[in-house]
């Protein structure tokens, strides 16, 4: 009986707590928090999850194959953002001094290309920490 709690709490929450990661991390360029805060949020979801059903269960949700694509993706990602400054004849990640419409303080699409970066940088770690629990956990069995 309490496995079915348990189980059924996570299969609810599970949800939210994704939605609520990736809040933060698009989020994070106007308010507290940000990608590395927003990716973690994500990654203990699914560590969560993983804990709760098991690793089988937990590698179904996220493959080893798709923790390595977000991994190379989420890095890819960040040094692409990170290049327009290059391309546009400024230094590596420069935001407003490449010409990068930064919007208004405060609104949501401020900050120009940080909300970007951010979101590799959420991907990134969130896979990197499920990656880590998984590899963790194979040496312990």
Request: hydrophobic content about 50%; overall charge positive; proline content about 4%.
């Amino acid at each position: 009986m309490k496995d079915f709690v348990l189980k059924r709490i996570v299969a609810l929450l599970l949800p939210f707590i994704q939605m609520f990661g990736m809040y933060v991390i698009l989020h994070g360029h106007v308010s507290p928090g940000g990608a590395f805060a927003g990716g973690i949020v994500l990654g203990l979801g699914l560590i969560g999850f993983a804990t709760v059903y098991g690793l089988d269960k937990g590698k179904a949700k996220m493959p080893e194959r798709v923790t390595i694509i977000t991994e190379s993706y989420g890095t890819l990602w960040y040094g692409l953002m990170g290049m327009v400054g290059i391309f546009k004849g400024a230094p590596f990640l420069a935001n407003k001094l490449a010409g990068v419409n930064v919007g208004a303080p405060g609104a949501l699409n401020s900050g120009g290309l940080i909300g970007l970066i951010g979101f590799g940088v959420g991907i990134r770690v969130a896979s990197t920490m499920v990656t880590l629990f998984f590899t963790m956990m194979e040496e312990e069995a």
